[in-house]
């Protein structure tokens, strides 16, 4: 039965100065690149986790965002990991980082801030648009672009390890929002056919 390990790349430059950066017109600029932090966190912090996990011991597919820090993250993990080049399957949209509109004009911190804010309002809050044609997305558009990605995976892939590179941890969070209030509600319910 094969795996699916969801990781977050490590630290762009543009996150390493305080800028956000989400307009997918710039995934692929150095600027998106790893930053010398983001080189250590993927070589200090998220190998040997994925060694202690026993994650691709026998290797695995590797699903980067073609985000810069996303694939340069897989790349780094490929060489390491002794994995071909030919097992990393570039994904293009759905692992993007969230859309923030107009926010992208303020510091990095302000602007997550602010999302923080107004997702505490409505999962179907989105960020003010923006002129630039950056997308202004809400949770729940991530959220539906993570089960689009799951479905292909667990299709294409079924019965392979899988591991998902996102270029930051909104897809992530997400998901891992969406199903443990899944979980929650799960555990909430009357077992199948008790009696009130």
């Known amino acids: 039965m094969g795996t699916e390990l969801l990781v977050r790349a490590g630290e762009s430059y543009t996150e390493s100065v305080g800028e956000p950066l989400t307009n997918p017109v ?7 690149g790893l930053s010398e932090r983001g080189k ?12 202690r996990l026993g994650a691709c011991s026998d290797g695995c597919w ?9 694939y ?7 060489y390491q990991l002794g994995i071909g080049r030919n097992r990393i399957v570039p994904e293009y949209s759905f692992l993007d980082e969230r859309g923030l509109g107009a926010l992208e ?11 923080a804010e107004g997702d505490l309002l409505d ?10 044609g950056t997308p202004h997305e809400s ?22 390890d899988v591991l998902l590179v996102a270029p930051d941890s909104d897809c992530l969070s997400v998901l891992q929002a969406s199903t443990t209030h899944a979980e929650e509600a799960r555990s909430a319910l009357p077992p199948p056919l008790a009696v009130p």
């Open 62 to 70: 590797l699903w980067p965002s073609i985000t810069q820090n996303a």
């Open 26 to 32: 710039w995934k692929t600029s150095e600027k998106h």
């Open 40 to 51: 250590q966190q993927v070589l200090r912090g998220l190998l040997p986790e994925l060694e």
């Open 72 to 78: 340069q993250t897989a790349e780094l993990l490929s």
């Open 139 to 160: 949770s729940a558009d991530v959220l539906v672009r993570m089960r689009q990605l799951l479905s292909i995976t667990e299709t294409q892939y079924y019965g392979e």
């Open 123 to 132: 999962q179907d809050w989105r960020p003010p648009k923006g002129y630039d």
């Open 105 to 115: 004009t303020l510091r990095l911190d302000a602007a997550m801030a602010a999302v």
